[in-house]
């Protein structure tokens, strides 16, 4: 009988034991490795993002007009003389700043940015240069600059028309220049060491304000969204290296997009150590 009851008493023990140990098997079962990778995803998505750029210089009374050419006349296949008129504003000279050593700063000072088609634009030092413009209705914004190509934003500091080239007159995408419209500026080009630290995200609007209830801009950049509601310049901040793809959208207060062949537009830049 004694035997019996130890017996019995090692079975006990032994169930106990191994309740134990499934509970405790039970238990690591609940933590998935997924939530891991989650986080990690999450984490890696995160360090890219977007901040308002401070210190800069308003203008507010800067003008730029069109001179020349004629824009009311068919122009002639070939190059183009274009000659500004600038107020209040002194081309080639450095934009009074911090952000001329924080961000990619042009040596040669502030400048023109001129927009043809909403495609890159070209930077021009003087009122008066000449540029190569194939055959064409084209459409162009024309816009004053920082020295660190961050644009000035005031209704006098940019031009909006149309030229017509040569003898081909298709239209190079369809701009109701009454319409809402959105021009990319930066980021553009090759970013190298420092300059990688600190990336301007600028833009133009034209015939339109931006808000939290009404239109607004959707920034994607490597797949990261985020939405503008406020005309302002940007630094993006925590970007990898290599190629960055950024994508730029009007939305409407309903976030559909804006029709317009240029409110909806896809860069690439690079970025080196």
């Not at 700063?105 to 008066?128: F, M, R, V």
């Not at 015939?207 to 950049?221: C, F």
């Given at each position: 009988?004694?035997?019996?009851?130890?017996?019995?008493?090692?079975?006990?023990?032994?169930?106990?034991?191994?309740?134990?140990?499934?509970?405790?098997?039970?238990?690591?079962?609940?933590?998935?490795?997924?939530?891991?990778?989650?986080?990690?995803?999450?984490?890696?998505?995160?360090?890219?993002?977007?901040?308002?750029?401070?210190?800069?210089?308003?203008?507010?009374?800067?003008?730029?007009?069109?001179?020349?050419?004629?824009?009311?006349?068919?122009?002639?296949?070939?190059?183009?003389?274009?000659?500004?008129?600038?107020?209040?504003?002194?081309?080639?000279?450095?934009?009074?700043?911090?952000?001329?050593?924080?961000?990619?700063?042009?040596?040669?000072?502030?400048?023109?940015?001129?927009?043809?088609?909403?495609?890159?634009?070209?930077?021009?030092?003087?009122?008066?240069?000449?540029?190569?413009?194939?055959?064409?209705?084209?459409?162009?914004?024309?816009?004053?600059?920082?020295?660190?190509?961050?644009?000035?934003?005031?209704?006098?500091?940019?031009?909006?028309?149309?030229?017509?080239?040569?003898?081909?007159?298709?239209?190079?995408?369809?701009?109701?220049?009454?319409?809402?419209?959105?021009?990319?500026?930066?980021?553009?080009?090759?970013?190298?060491?420092?300059?990688?630290?600190?990336?301007?995200?600028?833009?133009?609007?034209?015939?339109?304000?931006?808000?939290?209830?009404?239109?607004?801009?959707?920034?994607?950049?490597?797949?990261?969204?985020?939405?503008?509601?406020?005309?302002?310049?940007?630094?993006?901040?925590?970007?990898?290296?290599?190629?960055v793809t950024i994508?730029?959208?009007?939305?409407?207060?309903?976030?559909d997009l804006i029709?317009?062949?240029?409110?909806?537009?896809?860069?690439?830049?690079?970025?080196?150590?």
């Amino acid at each position: 009988m004694k035997t019996y009851k130890n017996t019995g008493l090692y079975i006990i023990v032994i169930m106990v034991l191994f309740s134990l140990f499934n509970c405790k098997e039970s238990h690591k079962i609940k933590k998935p490795k997924m939530n891991r990778t989650v986080n990690t995803t999450i984490k890696e998505t995160s360090a890219i993002r977007i901040e308002k750029l401070e210190d800069s210089p308003i203008y507010e009374t800067a003008i730029l007009e069109l001179k020349s050419p004629d824009t009311s006349l068919k122009l002639p296949s070939g190059e183009v003389n274009f000659e500004f008129d600038v107020q209040n504003y002194d081309l080639g000279a450095q934009t009074n700043s911090t952000n001329t050593n924080r961000l990619s700063n042009s040596g040669k000072g502030q400048h023109i940015h001129l927009i043809l088609n909403n495609e890159p634009y070209s930077a021009h030092y003087t009122p008066e240069f000449k540029k190569e413009i194939p055959d064409g209705t084209h459409h162009l914004v024309a816009f004053l600059s920082r020295s660190y190509h961050e644009s000035v934003k005031n209704e006098k500091s940019v031009v909006v028309t149309k030229l017509k080239i040569g003898k081909d007159m298709i239209e190079k995408g369809d701009l109701n220049m009454e319409s809402p419209t959105l021009i990319y500026s930066r980021p553009k080009g090759e970013y190298v060491g420092k300059d990688t630290e600190n990336i301007l995200l600028d833009f133009f609007v034209l015939n339109t304000t931006l808000s939290e209830k009404g239109n607004k801009v959707r920034a994607t950049i490597n797949g990261e969204t985020f939405t503008i509601t406020e005309w302002v310049p940007y630094i993006i901040k925590g970007l990898p290296m290599g190629e960055v793809t950024i994508k730029l959208e009007l939305l409407n207060a309903q976030n559909d997009l804006i029709l317009g062949s240029f409110n909806d537009v896809v860069r690439k830049v690079v970025l080196k150590k």
